[in-house]
């Protein structure tokens, strides 16, 4: 006889009953967060909120691989009844994703871990997307069906490859400071990652001179007209 639970992930922030003496919980779900947007007089661009053309990662329930039970069956849940799942271990090779009364086979694919110091680091498995044949560690609830992230079949994408695109150095200077920290002084890794910090500072003063340079071409061109920003 198949056993069947549910799957438990510790979460602070979540609701946590128990029934029949065991935890349960809900899979966590961090939609993305509606910015409080303030029009700035004089400010560069139309003053308004731009349309949101991208889908994040963030914006669909996730289903782990590391979900996938090694028998029986398994019934997940995310908050605000979002989405629903079922999922059972038909082989070591195939798993069963029951969502709503609709089933679907997805192909498990597994690989040994690189061997090191004579001692096995386990088994890594991965989910091989129904619809386009992708390797994945997760699958997301995608206008009603279980999808990859790939730009060839759910097309999401990370929300930190769309932060401050305006200016790509800032981001890039932050990374490589943070990737100082953990060399050690004075040593020829500590020696390149500064250059290429330097180098990442002078594309950030580039931008800012060409910022003020168009400022200046606007100030100029509405004093020709005589117009103001008030």
């Known amino acids: 006889m198949d056993a069947c639970w549910t799957w438990i992930i510790y979460n602070p922030s979540l609701p946590v009953t128990f029934a029949n003496g065991f935890a349960t919980s809900t899979l966590p779900f961090w939609p993305r967060a509606v910015e409080n947007f303030t029009a700035m007089v004089g400010a560069i661009g139309t003053g308004k909120v731009p349309h949101l053309n991208h889908r994040f990662v963030g914006d669909s329930p996730r289903l782990p691989v590391r ?59 991965r989910f091989i997307c129904a619809y386009c044949g992708a390797s994945r560690d997760a699958l997301h609830w995608i206008d009603g069906a279980w999808r ?53 500072e002078r594309a950030v003063l580039a931008h800012l001179e060409r910022v003020n340079r168009d400022l200046a071409k606007r100030s100029e061109r509405d004093a020709r007209h005589r117009r103001t920003n008030s």
């Not at 979002?82 to 195939?94: E, H, K, Y």
């Not at 930190?160 to 002084?185: D, E, K, M, S």
Request: charged share 25%; glycine share 8%.
């Open 67 to 125: 979900a996938i039970p090694r028998f029986g069956t398994v019934t997940l849940t995310w908050p605000e009844n979002l989405a629903s799942a079922s999922l059972t271990r038909a082989s070591p090779t195939l798993a069963v994703i029951s969502t709503g009364g609709d089933e679907i086979t997805v192909i498990l694919k597994e690989w040994a871990m690189p061997v090191v110091r004579g001692r096995q680091r386990g088994v890594r498995t």
């Open 148 to 200: 990859c992230r790939g730009s060839a079949c759910g097309n999401l994408s990370y929300g930190c490859r769309h932060h401050q695109r305006y200016c790509t150095a800032i981001a890039r200077r932050a990374r490589l400071r943070r990737r100082l920290i953990r060399v050690r002084p004075g040593s020829l890794k500590a020696k390149a990652l500064r250059k290429m910090i330097a180098r990442e």
